[in-house]
């Protein structure tokens, strides 16, 4: 895909030509769609013992697959009981046990550009505010040069206290620091000399290299579903990246997004629009996600009905055209 000059809010990345016809099937067989749509599969760092055995394995049939982009989920701790809600599930809790693996996404994004050549590497979504935000400049710099210019991020606000609480960062105000944070590694990946005055962060006076080899910086992809999000998306991101499929979300916030773009007087179609894909419950829905103007969509390996990673992603890549 080839880079736009930016834009007042972040790199313009052009979207895909709109959705191809497929040859007619026969009557009665699989609707099978041949799309320009990006395919993305979440996640390659989740899951336990297998997952960690597996994971070059499986990002090597991707790629050959025509995958363009594997995914990671993140979480540092998985408490044993928590008041957080869960925003995804209606039972308020992550569908994962506190045993469950969670391998780090930088480092697992790291493994896996080590050995494939050409799929892109995505965080989805790292939480950005808890972390520490010069070592993250520095680690994100450093795979984007190792994996030559293979690096989306993925950031969110996050909504679990009791992570926050462990990490040693406030719950309170996370939104603020997130753009705090943002606006101060940028200034870093530049490779200038950073002089930033923040609410959270005060820095001067020296510089970090390397710098990310795409330019200004890989794209980000802000994830979350709120007004504040959105927004976000606009001014400081390059896309968004939309936890849900579902048609009514998905039609509700792109109508919104559209109207905060137009009074930024950002072009629309600069913005890369992700979303999930529940291939087992919409298989039918790539027409649909282009229609709206989505560019990409990631498709939970677990909800194809295949444990196999690599059944998955044969069933995925037939589905879509690939």
Do not use: C
């Not at 995958?67 to 599930?89: A, L, M, N, Q, R």
């Not at 950005?128 to 950031?155: C, E, H, M, W, Y």
């Not at 006076?205 to 504040?228: C, D, E, R, V």
Request: hydrophobic content about 40%; aromatic content about 8%.
């Amino acid at each position: 895909m080839t880079e736009a000059q930016p834009t007042a809010g972040g790199s313009a990345r052009p979207k895909d030509e709109a959705l191809r016809e497929a040859p007619a099937a026969d009557a009665g067989a699989e609707r099978v769609y041949e799309t320009p749509m990006k395919i993305g599969i979440v996640p390659i760092n989740v899951g336990g013992p297998r997952t960690a055995e597996r994971m070059i394995e499986v990002a090597q049939h991707a790629e050959a697959a025509g995958i363009e982009s594997v995914w990671t989920f993140e979480h540092v701790i998985v408490p044993i009981d928590y008041d957080s809600k869960y925003p995804y599930d209606r039972s308020g809790k992550m569908p994962i046990a506190p045993e469950g693996w969670f391998i780090d996404p930088l480092i697992a994004l790291s493994h896996v550009a080590a050995a494939t050549k050409t799929i892109r590497l995505g965080t989805g979504v790292n939480i950005f505010p808890q972390t520490n935000p010069l070592l993250f400049a520095k680690q994100t710099a450093s795979i984007d040069v190792l994996s030559r210019g293979r690096l989306t991020l993925g950031l969110g606000i996050g909504w679990l206290a009791e992570e926050y609480q462990a990490m040693g960062t406030p719950f309170e105000r996370r939104g603020a620091r997130f753009d705090d944070y943002l606006a101060a590694v940028k200034k870093v990946w530049t490779g200038e000399v950073v002089e930033h005055d923040g609410e959270f962060l005060s820095w001067h006076g020296f510089k970090s290299h390397p710098t990310p080899a795409q330019k200004p910086h890989p794209p980000i992809l802000m994830g979350g579903t709120t007004t504040k999000t959105l927004q976000r998306v606009v001014n400081v991101a390059d896309g968004w990246y939309a936890p849900s499929d579902s048609q009514k979300l998905l039609n509700e916030k792109l109508a919104e997004l559209r109207q905060l773009a137009d009074a930024a007087g950002r072009p629309f179609d600069s913005l890369d629009i992700t979303t999930s894909w529940r291939i087992g419950a919409r298989p039918d829905a790539l027409p649909e996600f282009e229609a709206l103007g989505i560019n990409r969509v990631v498709v939970l390996l677990g909800a194809t009905g295949e444990s196999d990673p690599k059944k998955a992603i044969d069933l995925i890549a037939s589905r879509a055209g690939l």
